[in-house]
């Protein structure tokens, strides 16, 4: 009995934790699918880009997402061949991948991936939302920039002192999310310039 509720409680505190769930997500919002035509269109477009999945990765993720209750698969007959389950989205997973799409990545190193697959499906399933994502992603941005700033200058850089490669890893940090905002903005350019032409 111990075992169980053990087990229980494991699969309560069970949450999504990969980038590929959001991503079986999102390519499910657009229809019912089978897990390796999930694969094939992660693998063979922009998606395969972002993020690396190999077909046993896939099918665990299919499972945990079940088990959630963000999916739900029915068994197709497929005549001579094996049979085969088709997933589809429930209203949970629909709402919680909803929610998802709508925020912004707290910290820049997030945006290599996890904005990346937002954008990918935002452009997709939500387009007039495509230029709200990009203005709230700058300014989560901004705000960890500043963060950044204000831990830089409450400390001198000496090589001489221990926290020496702190500072360096700091003003490293700095640059990046600058860069990351030089991007953002030019992104933002031309979402205006499509929605204009």
């Not at 087990?7 to 089978?34: C, F, W």
């Not at 099918?59 to 739900?72: G, T």
């Not at 429930?90 to 991948?97: C, K, N, P, W």
């Not at 929610?99 to 707290?106: D, K, N, S």
Request: charged letters at 20%; a positive charge.
């Amino acid at each position: 009995m111990m075992g169980i509720q053990a087990l229980n409680q494991r699969d309560v505190k069970m949450q999504i934790s990969e980038p590929a769930e959001y991503v079986i997500l999102g390519l499910l919002t657009t229809r019912s699918m089978h897990g390796y035509e999930m694969f094939q269109l992660i693998e063979g477009g922009t998606l395969g880009q972002i993020i690396h999945l190999e077909m046993s990765q896939m099918y665990a993720f299919l499972k945990k997402l079940e088990r959630l209750h963000y999916i739900e698969a029915e068994v197709e007959s497929q005549g001579t061949r094996p049979p085969r389950k088709i997933f589809q989205l429930t209203a949970e997973g629909h709402e919680v991948f909803r929610q998802w799409i709508r925020q912004p990545v707290e910290k820049p190193r997030d945006i290599r991936i996890l904005f990346l697959i937002k954008l990918y499906f935002v452009q997709r399933v939500q387009p007039a939302q495509l230029g709200t994502l990009v203005e709230q992603q700058i300014k989560a941005c901004q705000s960890f920039l500043q963060h950044l700033k204000t831990r830089q200058q409450t400390t001198t850089l000496q090589p001489d002192d221990a926290a020496f490669l702190d500072q360096v890893v700091l003003s490293s940090r700095i640059y990046q999310t600058q860069a990351l905002l030089e991007w953002l903005s030019e992104l933002q350019k031309g979402i205006q310039h499509r929605v204009l032409t």
